[in-house]
C-alpha cells in the first residue's frame, strides 16, 4: 500500500504487508495478530455518542473511594490508602490475588492469571502496587510478581528523514503492524515494518525491514534493557542465522540507546555508534532505526542496493 507524503525529496513509500519472521534471535516467535478491526469514520459519531453514554452511567453507579483521589496536599488516595505516582504495563508471572489493601490480609477482590497484563497507576508502601485492567481500577497486587514490558503500541506512523555517518541519504517510515507471542514465553515482541527509500549515486531506491521488540526486560544487567532487533530478510539468504540482523539494547532507566551486535559481521562497520538518548517509544523506535543503519558499512549498503528496487 502506499503511504502519505512525508520525505524532504520523495513523495511515498510503499510497504508491502507479509508475515512476520519466525525468529526472535535466540527465541522463537509466531506471527504476529495485527491490530485489529477499528469503526469506519461514518459510525464514529453513533459510537462516542454510546460510549459518553456508558461512561456517565459508570461514573454514577461507581461507589465512591474507588478510585485514586488526589487531594490539595499530600499524596494520592486509594481506597483510603496514600500511594504514590506510577505508571506502566506489567505482565502477571504468576497467579495472583487482587486485594482492597496493599496487605495479604486484605479482603481479596479477585485473581489475575500467570500471562495477564496490568498497567500500574499507583504504588504503596512495601511491596505493592494499584493496579489496572481493562481501564479499570481493580485493587492492589504484590509487585514482585509483576514483570515490565515494553509497552510499543503506535496509534500513528513514525516519519523521519536521516542523513547517516557515511553520508547516506534516506527516508524512512516505522509502522507498528501488532504484537506476536514468543514460544516459551508469557511476554509478547512488539513488531514494526520500515520502510526505506535511500539514495545510491545518482538513484534512488527502495527496500523493506522489519524490526522487533522484546517487551520483557532482559534478565542480565539487574533486569533494565530491552532488546531491539532490524531484520533485512531478502539479505542472507532468510535462513535463520543468516539473515542479516542489527540489535540495540534500550536501557529503560538510564533512557539510553546503545548498539550491541550485528549478525553478519562482514557488513559491520569499523566503530560502534554512539548510544543515542531516548525517551518514550516514539525516540526509542527511532534511536534504534537510525543506530542500526549508522552500523552497516559500505559493503552492507552495497548488499542492499543489489535488493533495492
Not at 52 to 61: K, R, T, V
Not at 281 to 307: F, H, M
Amino acid at each position: 500500500m502506499e503511504v502519505n507524503t512525508f520525505g524532504r525529496y520523495y513523495p511515498a513509500i510503499k510497504i508491502k504487508r507479509r508475515r512476520s519472521s519466525n525468529r526472535v534471535t535466540t527465541v522463537n516467535k509466531k506471527p504476529p495478530r495485527g491490530r485489529g478491526h477499528r469503526f469506519p469514520d461514518a459510525d464514529a459519531a453513533y459510537w462516542r455518542g454510546s460510549m459518553i453514554a456508558l461512561l456517565a452511567l459508570f461514573l454514577l453507579f461507581t461507589p465512591a473511594g474507588g478510585h485514586a483521589d488526589e487531594p490539595q496536599n499530600g499524596p494520592l488516595i486509594y481506597r483510603s490508602v496514600p500511594i504514590e505516582p506510577a505508571e506502566g504495563l506489567f505482565v502477571v508471572t504468576h497467579d495472583v490475588n487482587v486485594r482492597d489493601r496493599p496487605d495479604t490480609n486484605g479482603e481479596k477482590l479477585g485473581l489475575i492469571e500467570e500471562g495477564e497484563t496490568v498497567r500500574v497507576f499507583g504504588r504503596a508502601e512495601g511491596s505493592w502496587v494499584a493496579v489496572k485492567q481493562h481501564g479499570k481500577d481493580i485493587g492492589f497486587v504484590y509487585a514482585p510478581v509483576l514483570h515490565r514490558l515494553f509497552d510499543g503500541e503506535l496509534d500513528q506512523d513514525i516519519r523521519r528523514h536521516a542523513v547517516f555517518s557515511n553520508g547516506r541519504i534516506c527516508d524512512y517510515l516505522i509502522r507498528y503492524s501488532g504484537s506476536s507471542p514468543v514460544e516459551g514465553e508469557i511476554f509478547e515482541t512488539s513488531d514494526y515494518e520500515v520502510g526505506w527509500r535511500c539514495r545510491f549515486g545518482e538513484q534512488t531506491r527502495e527496500f523493506e525491514s522489519f524490526l522487533f521488540v522484546s517487551e520483557a526486560l532482559e534478565d542480565d544487567n539487574d533486569g533494565r534493557l530491552y532488546q531491539i532487533t532490524l531484520d533485512i530478510w531478502e539479505i542472507g539468504g532468510g535462513i535463520d542465522d543468516q539473515v542479516f540482523s542489527s540489535t540495540v539494547l534500550y536501557d529503560r532507566e538510564k533512557s539510553l540507546v546503545s548498539f550491541d551486535s550485528i549478525s553478519l559481521e562482514d557488513y559491520a562497520s569499523g566503530a560502534p555508534p554512539v548510544p543515542k538518548p531516548a525517551h518514550g517509544v516514539l525516540e526509542t523506535l527511532v534511536a534504534a532505526v537510525e543506530l542500526c543503519a549508522s552500523s552497516w558499512n559500505e559493503k552492507a549498503w552495497k548488499a542492499i542496493e543489489s535488493i533495492a528496487h
